[in-house]
T-cell receptor
């Protein structure tokens, strides 16, 4: 059974800092991995999708990497801003259309 | 392009009652997935519908059921509500199953008392 773990559970950084969020999964047989952002009480906003054949994706200040063999993905946020404060979730999609989520990392960026 | 919408925004029900939640897919998407998110946890997959047929199901009992309509909108029905059903219910739409990004709606907050 696929298990997705995100470390750390919470992170607080000063504005301007570069940071890395980690995601690990136990079964490497995945179709893709997706990173989402969730503001309190709201739905999920897709940030980056990495297909299983890809190694990384970039969008603006965000860069996500995928290492299937080791079951790891990282989300790198450059020059963090207070508006980046949110919960970041990673999810892996398996062949049975079941998308498995981690519990998220709650990020606070202090002005 | 219209995004994913859900209704209602909030709902309060009593244990034992039944509830129907609704979701309208993003334009051009034919696949809808439903998720349950308890407080402080990641979403859990309930089921997925593709072209009006159930196309995968998570570890949820049969009292969680769904429908997808010809316009690709969808309903989630929950019978015999339990206190533990209190959660944020999210729907997500996507293109052909298995290879495309899922776009989420804002969710329906269900409280069971």
């Amino acid at each position: 059974k696929q298990e997705v773990t995100q470390i750390p559970a919470a992170l607080s950084v000063p504005e301007g800092e570069n940071l890395v969020l980690n995601c690990s999964f136990t079964d490497s047989a995945i179709y893709n991995l997706q990173w989402f952002r969730q503001d309190p009480g709201k739905g999920l906003t897709s940030l980056l999708l990495i297909q299983s054949s890809q190694r990384e994706q970039t969008s603006g200040r965000l860069n996500a990497s995928l290492d299937k063999s080791s079951g790891r993905s990282t989300l790198y946020i450059a020059a963090s801003q207070p508006g980046d404060s949110a919960t970041y979730l990673c999810a892996v999609e398996e062949g049975n259309n079941d998308m498995r989520f981690g519990a998220g990392t709650r990020l606070t960026v202090k002005p | 392009e219209t995004g994913v919408t859900q209704s209602p925004t909030h709902l309060i029900k009593t244990r034992g009652q039944q509830v129907t939640l609704r979701c309208s897919s993003q334009s051009g998407h034919n696949t809808v997935s439903w998720y349950q998110q308890a407080l402080g946890q990641g979403p859990q997959f309930i089921f997925q519908y593709y072209r009006e047929e159930e196309n995968g199901r998570g570890n949820f009992p049969p009292r969680f059921s769904g429908l997808q309509f010809p316009n690709y909108s969808s309903e989630l029905n929950v019978n015999a509500l339990e206190l533990d059903d209190s959660a944020l219910y999210l729907c997500a739409s996507s293109g052909p199953s298995g290879a495309y990004e899922q776009y989420f709606g804002p969710g329906t907050r269900l409280t069971v008392t």
